[in-house]
């Protein structure tokens, strides 16, 4: 929990690189809350609740995948490459999945060198 805490509290925060697990622990955590939403608003009736929480991590979830692009050595416009159907989808999930850039590159120095996280 305290990942996606740390990705929300850099929620505007394109510079710089986040660890897999940081990106990881942001999307498990905000698939949740969509799906608590999700539920919420088929119950109540309410069509729409769902967009809450789209709308509330749609800026942190763009920061923390250009993060998670510059970890990996890719510019954080990677992202756009999303739009082409299928493919695109399929390559940033394989660049998502990818190891960290050893050592420091051109959007700072490597995140698993830092003081380990709580």
Sequence with gaps: MS????ALKKYAVFSGRSRRKE???????????????????????????????????????????????????????????GLVPLVGGITLFVFSVLDSEPGDNKYGPNPKLAPAHV
């Design 3 to 6: 990942w996606f805490i740390e």
């Design 23 to 81: 990106y990881w622990m942001f999307a498990l955590f905000a698939g949740i809350i969509y799906v608590v939403f999700l539920v919420l608003g088929l119950v109540s009736k309410q069509s729409w609740l769902p967009i809450l929480p789209y709308i509330a991590f749609l800026l942190p979830g763009l920061a923390v995948t250009a993060r998670r692009l510059h970890d990996t050595g890719r510019s954080g416009w990677w992202i756009l490459f």
